[in-house]
């Protein structure tokens, strides 16, 4: 299975962990549906919400091996 990186888009991220969505929202990120979430990279909207990059991808890639 692919894992989660920094580099891929939230809409990627979704389709490989849809539970993703949980931490997404946890993490104050409630662009789930949002256009920009198709192209913009996860450091790139972690950014732009100021949210801490390391903490999220810490998160996001739990999520995903707790759902394996």
Not at 6 to 35: D, N
Not at 37 to 60: N, T, V
């Amino acid at each position: 299975m692919e894992k989660i990186s920094a580099e891929m888009t939230i809409a990627q991220i979704l389709k490989l962990c849809p539970k993703a969505q949980r931490i997404f929202m946890r993490h104050g990120m409630y662009c789930i549906g949002c256009a920009v979430g198709e192209s913009e990279s996860l450091a790139d909207a972690a950014e732009m919400h100021q949210i801490d990059l390391e903490e999220l991808l810490s998160d996001l890639k739990q999520e995903q091996a707790d759902t394996i």
